[in-house]
């Protein structure tokens, strides 16, 4: 599981407060990722670092941000909880191999918004 | 951007039978092709991948196969065991190759395949 942690791995909070999962790596890779799981839609891409402090959209990025000030850690952080946000949030980072860059995720965090 | 489909959605097979799954791409440009297993509660693992310059790789039990020109590619599963049950999931980018960039992968919906004893 290239040694990656997530916290907390089960939360529940309610609409419209902030909410912060936090992903740590042990692995010094340079390149990280949020996705979110549902049932129908298989994984989806919310943000992603290049490195510490830089960091792109993804497919699904409206309320959420994130945020990298170490190599080690990427937080992302729902500003204002809404319900279709509860889903399983997977984080996942980004080594080179061979000629491609391979992703390996970590345990996951459910998050349900009521 | 990328639209990746995956079939069948799920799939059950008799154990020591084989398994097929098979994803679409939608952009040319994509160069790599990665496969995950998740087994229930658990983050995905990556099991196989393959690149636009070659058109099968093997690994063990375990295949994909690319057609660039179709852009579509497929896993293989042979000799199918009780743990081969799982859902499995294909993805598609176009971090190969590059010298900078590792973008996100697009995934297909993924295929819950169910091994009978």
């Known amino acids: 599981d290239a040694g990656i942690t997530q916290s907390p791995r089960h939360k529940v909070t309610e609409t419209g407060t902030p909410v912060t999962l936090r992903c740590h790596q042990t692995e010094n890779h340079r390149y990280m990722y949020w996705y979110r799981q549902d049932p129908g839609h298989g994984l989806r891409l919310i943000h992603y670092?290049?490195?510490?402090?830089?960091?792109d959209k993804g497919e699904v990025s409206d309320g959420y941000s994130v945020s990298r000030s170490k190599t080690e850690d990427f937080l992302l952080t729902l500003e204002s909880a809404t319900s279709s946000q509860t889903s399983v949030y997977f984080c996942?980072?980004?080594?080179?191999?061979?000629?491609?860059?391979?992703?390996?995720f970590g345990p996951g965090t459910r998050l349900t918004v009521t | 951007g990328e639209n990746v489909e995956q079939h069948p959605s799920t799939l059950s097979v008799q154990e020591g039978d084989s398994a097929v799954i098979k994803c679409t791409y939608s952009d040319s440009a994509s160069n790599y092709f990665p496969w995950y297993k998740q087994e229930l509660g658990k983050g995905p693992q990556l099991i196989i991948d393959?690149?636009?310059?070659?058109g099968e790789k093997k690994d063990q039990r375990i295949a994909v196969t690319l057609n660039k020109t179709a852009k579509h590619f497929s896993l293989h599963i042979t000799e199918t065991q009780p743990e081969d049950s799982a859902v499995y999931f294909c993805?598609?980018?176009?971090?190969?190759?590059?010298?900078?960039?590792?973008?996100?992968?697009?995934f297909g919906k993924g295929t819950h395949l169910i091994i009978q004893p």
């Open positions: 996942a980072t980004g080594a080179r191999v061979s000629s491609s860059y391979e992703q390996y």
């Open positions: 993805a598609a980018s176009m971090s190969a190759y590059s010298g900078g960039g590792a973008d996100g992968l697009t």
């Open positions: 393959i690149r636009s310059n070659v």
């Open positions: 670092s290049y490195g510490v402090k830089d960091t």
